[in-house]
């Protein structure tokens, strides 16, 4: 039978409340009783009763992420990097897909009856925009990711886009690069990822004196490797000239890469490419990708962070927090061209 709650007491010749105590972390306990308490529940394998515990705290020891599309690759690691931090604090999590369900799904999600199944929410929305702003004004602790909607009512933690997208852009530039294709872009968006790095791509482009050539612009909508191995194709076949290639994630460069070598382009030493996510595959496509790490992992840590925060009562305005970024330096894009 499995040990008890006065298995564990009469073991270590402490009351109930004592090993009570333990389990819940009170701060004022000897070092010398928890340590016995400790041992004890070691030794008899003894596992809390969760459902009566979150009864008792009014907390369920669970967060939730949101997010839009776990075949995507970075949403997969983003997903394991939070579930590893909520982890080393105590919490489980729970994944859900807001997938094709649009701005309604979103929507949903976030008035859902299973929010009460956990203590808080870290949610990535796709389809939001700054007209939804006061559908965040929950009565739960929320963490915003992405760049969808700001200066909300809630903590909100994001990437530089606009100056990782220069950077990555001027990377290609001081490589020797001048003609840069674009694969990624979402036609006629003003907010969201896709235009805020395009932004910053424009924003290299004019402090180099390039012309900008809309002909080097291929948009997809979905970012995967199918979607940008089709974009690529498609400025392949207006036959233009160009000598460099930023994806707007991996999973494009990686699709952009297979439809340059399919036309006989050799990566680097005909067309360089440059990706955006630092994503795992990268580091073993060959040739390897040359990407942005965009700060992912501490974009996760600061996230369950920030939300512990919440759950725990912190009293202060929202806060907007940026990630950093660097330029990973692969095959696929070396620093001077060949």
Same mark, same amino acid.
Do not use: C
């Given at each position: 039978?499995?040990?008890?709650?006065?298995?564990?007491?009469?073991?270590?010749?402490?009351?109930?409340?004592?090993?009570?105590?333990?389990?819940?972390?009170?701060?004022?306990?000897?070092?010398?009783?928890?340590?016995?308490?400790?041992?004890?529940?070691?030794?008899?394998?003894?596992?809390?009763?969760?459902?009566?515990?979150?009864?008792?705290?009014?907390?369920?020891?669970?967060?939730?992420?949101?997010?839009?599309?776990?075949?995507?690759?970075?949403?997969?690691?983003?997903?394991?990097?939070?579930?590893?931090?909520?982890?080393?604090?105590?919490?489980?999590?729970?994944?859900?897909?807001?997938?094709?369900?649009?701005?309604?799904?979103?929507?949903?999600?976030?008035?859902?009856?299973?929010?009460?199944?956990?203590?808080?929410?870290?949610?990535?929305?796709?389809?939001?925009?700054?007209?939804?702003?006061?559908?965040?004004?929950?009565?739960?602790?929320?963490?915003?990711?992405?760049?969808?909607?700001?200066?909300?009512?809630? /903590?909100?933690?994001?990437?530089? #886009?606009?100056?990782? *997208?220069?950077? $990555?852009?001027?990377? %290609?530039?001081?490589? +020797?690069? &001048?003609?840069?294709?674009?694969?990624?872009?979402?036609?006629?968006?003003?907010?969201?990822?896709?235009?805020?790095?395009?932004?910053?791509?424009?924003?290299?482009?004019?402090?180099?004196?390039?012309?900008?050539?809309?002909?080097?612009?291929?948009?997809?909508?979905?970012?995967?490797?199918?979607?940008?191995?089709?974009?690529?194709?498609?400025?392949?076949?207006?036959?233009?000239?160009? /000598?460099?290639?930023?994806?707007? #994630?991996?999973?494009? *460069?990686?699709? $952009?890469?297979?439809? %340059?070598?399919?036309? +006989?382009? &050799?990566?680097?030493?005909?067309?360089?490419?440059?990706?955006?996510?630092?994503?795992?595959?990268?580091?073993?496509?060959?040739?390897?990708?040359?990407?942005?790490?965009?700060?992912?992992?501490?974009?996760?840590?600061?996230?369950?962070?920030?939300?512990?925060?919440?759950?725990?009562?912190?009293?202060?305005?929202?806060?907007?927090?940026?990630?950093?970024?660097?330029?990973?330096?692969?095959?696929?894009?070396?620093?001077?061209?060949?």
């Amino acid at each position: 039978m499995a040990a008890t709650l006065h298995d564990v007491a009469r073991l270590a010749g402490v009351s109930i409340k004592t090993v009570s105590n333990v389990i819940n972390d009170y701060p004022h306990i000897r070092p010398t009783t928890k340590e016995r308490v400790e041992a004890a529940i070691a030794e008899l394998d003894y596992t809390p009763n969760l459902t009566a515990r979150s009864l008792r705290s009014g907390r369920t020891g669970s967060i939730a992420l949101a997010v839009p599309d776990l075949a995507l690759a970075y949403f997969a690691e983003l997903a394991a990097a939070v579930i590893a931090a909520a982890e080393a604090s105590g919490l489980v999590v729970t994944i859900e897909q807001t997938g094709s369900g649009g701005r309604q799904r979103e929507l949903d999600l976030l008035t859902s009856p299973r929010r009460k199944m956990s203590d808080g929410l870290i949610f990535s929305p796709l389809e939001m925009s700054q007209d939804d702003v006061a559908h965040l004004d929950v009565d739960y602790p929320l963490v915003l990711l992405g760049e969808r909607i700001f200066e909300g009512p809630t /903590d909100h933690l994001t990437m530089r #886009n606009v100056e990782a *997208a220069r950077a $990555a852009t001027e990377y %290609l530039i001081d490589s +020797g690069r &001048r003609r840069i294709a674009i694969v990624g872009a979402h036609e006629g968006e003003l907010i969201g990822s896709a235009a805020l790095r395009l932004q910053g791509y424009r924003e290299a482009l004019e402090a180099h004196g390039i012309p900008f050539d809309g002909r080097l612009i291929g948009p997809s909508i979905e970012w995967h490797r199918a979607n940008g191995a089709r974009s690529m194709r498609e400025i392949i076949e207006r036959d233009v000239q160009f /000598d460099a290639v930023f994806a707007l #994630n991996d999973t494009l *460069a990686f699709g $952009a890469m297979r439809a %340059l070598q399919e036309a +006989g382009l &050799r990566v680097p030493d005909d067309v360089a490419v440059i990706g955006f996510d630092d994503i795992d595959e990268a580091q073993y496509s060959i040739p390897s990708l040359t990407t942005v790490d965009p700060g992912s992992d501490w974009i996760a840590r600061t996230a369950v962070a920030t939300l512990i925060e919440r759950i725990a009562g912190l009293d202060a305005p929202p806060r907007l927090l940026l990630a950093d970024f660097e330029i990973v330096q692969r095959e696929s894009a070396p620093a001077v061209a060949r």
